[in-house]
């Protein structure tokens, strides 16, 4: 035993250059699964006392380096089991429901209490997870900033996507993530990113990535969050905001792939594309803005339905818009 | 009862044959009581009349070609054989008028021309009663040991063979050894026995391979030679499984013989040599995988001085020659088998001897790791690390030192091949087995850390795995130091 010396590996490689390398071969699933085992236990530890030190290293290891996070993440539960997964999923979602730390003011308290009363009011079913706001009464939220906010969210996104194929062997995981991530508690979240100052669309395009993974293992959510809500409520006012053209193709590609996953009928994303062009119509009768953004967001539409095999629709659709 | 003394009360021999078939046909536990109750005096009559009828009925089934009166002669026997196998379960009275009826049966056993399912049956009815005599060598067995042979060689030998006759044949495989092979008639069973080294049956059994193992030794070894050729040419094909299967029943024939019959274990070695021989000038890659692994056996066994001494005299005159040869593929391939089987070593006289044997090895391996062909380094690289993995405590420092550092500072920055990096990564993942290298490695891994920005892919994942192992053995450590402290 005195002959054996203890190597460990991080005085082999520094992490920097591992985790440069986990982003950079985000795509090769071999390199990036090892690479999982081999930081598994610095970033999602085992055996810990501390409830929230899963989440606190993932805030942390997502604020260093959020492309390396994103493919150790996906491939975590290849190394753990997946009930730690989804409850880590869970986790972060309700870390997501207190919004970010500090946006401005005057958006940032309202949301945030609203949503601290309705998880005391309905607290009796899930106290252990939600009450993060409540065991840390100096800081509102564990999540700094918005950007933040934002990869956190790209990343439960992530985690529900990895799992999403098994989840329905392992009922327990299932019902546990379901039993946070539902459509009240989406709702929430989309209240809470409609209600931030900046990047709101790309928010807002997060919580649909959300939605839609989440939609697939759970069908009543489909029935929660209508299709009218999502497009009136949610899309169409961040389309109206918005002046990129970029941003308004992210948000819309987003929404038709919720909607798809979440088995809304192609005569409704009919139904959509025909309101857009009222919409684009009547904005350019009014002469306020450009409809060129509109414009842009019913054609990628119109590509997303095209490779989704509707194509005679798709066609239509676009003859009418031009 | 009853019936059966009516029967055998009957003055043809034909005629009791014919009714103990039929009584038979429906019930056959009647005979063996009734034969129990008759008297040695009514014993030999009844043989007195069974015996010439079963001897014509053989002697007529053998020539007969007509259908209807096969039917009737197979009925006899049929009957013939059951009222044997009764008679010989019987302890009492045995007179020698049931073996020379047995004798008779067997002739049935060699005659393959009329095959169906109908002789089958009846065969293998005979065949199950000599099988019996053979077991418990009952005086004359070995008279029809060789048909009786025959029949199971050819039965376990069919393509759609089932094991039993497989399973049979082994029972009797002590009755081999009375086989005199250089009789004509029983040159046919050589062809057959060479046919078990082929067949999947025989060579999934570990039962049947060590039988295979006996048959090559057997008669001195006179198909020895024969079946060298027919393995070497099953080794074509290249399946791994075959090739240790038939590296072990080779080893195995080595082994056991080589106290009884040292003639036999030396003309074994020279087929040895000849197939290290062809594996190394082997221009199929298919053949040369086929022999390192049957050479396997060979190399990865606890080694006796005598094994040892048997090694140094197959390799010693062709090795180092190969090893220089011009050609990069004879070289790369004579280094896998040089690798796989050091240390050569012999228990000489002088110790000075052992030693100069020893350091040509060593110096071998580090020419081979500096070889201009990088296949060759890739496997120099490969066979260096597991050596030291096995021998790192019999190794002297200076050249674990030397070829750790070559390794280190020249190979893992080989910009002309990733084989040779991939193969240095795949090294230390090996050495990274044996403990006692941790302190040396320790110091010398964060010399490759940029693999991880390696350009190419195997290598990186690799280098990752690497890695890895380095982290599962520090988790095992700190365990076991947990449960010595504790």
Redesign the interface.
């Known amino acids: 035993?005195k002959?054996?010396?203890?190597?460990?590996?991080y005085?082999?490689?520094?992490v920097d250059?591992?985790l440069a390398?986990l982003a950079e071969?985000r795509d090769?699933d071999?390199?990036c699964s090892?690479?999982t085992?081999?930081l598994v236990?610095s970033y999602f530890p085992q055996n810990s006392t501390d409830k929230l030190e899963r989440v606190h290293r993932c805030i942390q290891f997502v604020n260093e380096n959020s492309l390396a996070a994103e493919s150790f993440y996906r491939h975590l539960y290849k190394h753990s089991s997946i009930g730690s997964v989804s409850k880590l999923s869970a986790m972060l979602f309700t870390v997501l429901l207190t919004g970010p730390c500090s946006p401005a003011p005057e958006v940032q308290v309202e949301p945030t209490g609203k949503n601290a009363k309705r998880q005391r009011n309905g607290g009796k079913k899930a106290p252990a997870l939600v009450t993060v706001a409540e065991d840390n009464p100096g800081e509102t939220s564990l999540i700094p900033d918005v950007p933040c906010f934002l990869k956190v969210l790209r990343l439960t996104t992530v985690l529900v996507q990895s799992i999403q194929p098994v989840l329905k062997d392992h009922a327990s995981s299932l019902n546990l993530l379901l039993k946070y991530i539902n459509v009240k508690s989406l709702k929430q979240l989309l209240a809470v990113a409609m209600s931030q100052p900046t990047h709101r669309e790309y928010l807002v395009a997060g919580a649909l990535q959300l939605i839609s993974s989440t939609s697939v293992v759970d069908s009543s959510i489909a029935e929660g969050l209508t299709f009218d809500l999502l497009l009136n409520e949610i899309c169409l006012p961040q389309l109206r905001q918005t002046e990129d053209e970029q941003t308004a193709r992210i948000v819309m590609s987003c929404f038709v792939d919720a909607a798809l996953n979440m088995g809304f009928e192609v005569p409704l994303l009919e139904e959509i594309t025909h309101s857009l062009v009222a919409f684009a119509s009547n904005i350019r009768s009014k002469k306020q803005q450009e409809p060129h953004i509109l414009l842009h967001a019913v054609s990628s539409i119109a590509l997303l339905l095209a490779e989704r095999r509707c194509n005679v629709i798709a066609n239509d659709n676009n003859s009418k818009v031009r | 009862m009853m019936r059966f003394e009516e029967i055998f009360s009957q003055k043809e021999g034909n005629d009791v044959l014919r009714g103990v078939y039929l009584v038979c046909k429906e019930d056959d536990t009647g005979l063996s009581k009734f034969l129990e109750t008759v008297t040695q005096s009514q014993s030999m009559t009844i043989w007195n009349k069974l015996c010439p009828a079963i001897s014509d009925a053989v002697a007529s089934v053998l020539v007969e070609n007509n259908s209807s009166d096969t039917d009737e002669l197979l009925h006899a026997l049929t009957a013939g054989a059951k009222c044997v196998k009764s008679a010989l379960a019987l302890s009492t009275f045995k007179p020698a008028q049931i073996k020379a009826a047995l004798l008779d049966l067997s002739r049935f056993l060699g005659d393959f021309d009329k095959e169906s399912a109908d002789t089958f049956a009846v065969r293998n009815l005979i065949s199950s009663v000599c099988e019996a005599c053979i077991i418990v060598s009952e005086s004359g067995s070995e008279n029809y040991l060789p048909s009786t042979i025959t029949f199971l060689l050819r039965e376990s030998l069919r393509a759609d063979a089932k094991d039993g006759f497989l399973k049979r044949l082994l029972a009797i495989k002590h009755g081999f050894e009375a086989l005199d092979f250089s009789r004509a008639d029983q040159v046919f069973i050589k062809d057959l026995l060479l046919r078990c080294f082929v067949h999947p049956n025989y060579l999934k059994c570990a039962d049947a391979r060590k039988f295979l193992a006996e048959l090559i030794a057997m008669s001195n070894g006179f198909l020895c030679a024969a079946v060298c050729q027919v393995i070497k040419v099953q080794i074509a094909s290249g399946s791994v499984m075959l090739a240790s299967q038939y590296g072990g029943i080779l080893h195995k024939a080595w082994k056991d013989n080589l106290v009884k019959s040292p003639a036999f274990s030396r003309r074994l070695q020279d087929s040895i040599q000849t197939y290290v021989h062809e594996g190394i000038y082997a221009e199929n890659a298919k053949r040369f995988k086929g022999l390192k692994q049957l050479l396997k056996s060979f190399h990865d066994v606890n080694r006796s001085d005598q094994f040892n001494l048997m090694l140094v005299e197959i390799y010693d005159p062709i090795i180092w020659r190969s090893l220089r040869c011009a050609n990069a593929t004879v070289r790369s391939q004579a280094a896998v088998f040089f690798l796989d089987v050091f240390p050569l070593q012999k228990v000489s006289p002088s110790p000075e001897e052992s030693d100069r044997l020893l350091q040509k090895q060593f110096d071998m391996l580090t020419s081979l790791l500096k070889d201009d062909d990088q296949r060759v380094r890739a496997i120099a690289t490969t066979g260096v690390t597991h050596i030291l993995r096995e021998y790192w405590d019999m190794l002297p420092p200076a050249t674990i030192q030397n070829l750790l550092k070559y390794i280190f500072d020249t190979l893992a920055f080989d910009v002309s091949s990733a084989n040779v990096r991939y193969a240095v990564v795949m090294g230390l993942q090996d050495l990274l087995q044996q403990p006692l290298s941790h302190k040396a490695l320790k110091g010398l891994l964060p010399i490759i850390k940029n693999y991880i920005h390696d350009r190419s892919e195997r290598v990186r994942v690799a280098f990752v795995q690497l890695l890895n192992m380095v982290r599962l053995q520090s988790i095992l450590l700190c365990r076991k130091r947990h449960d010595i402290y504790s």
Do not use: A, K, T
């Open positions: 035993m002959n054996v010396q203890d190597i460990v590996f005085d082999i490689v520094p250059h591992l390398r071969d090769n071999e390199l090892s690479m085992e081999l236990n």
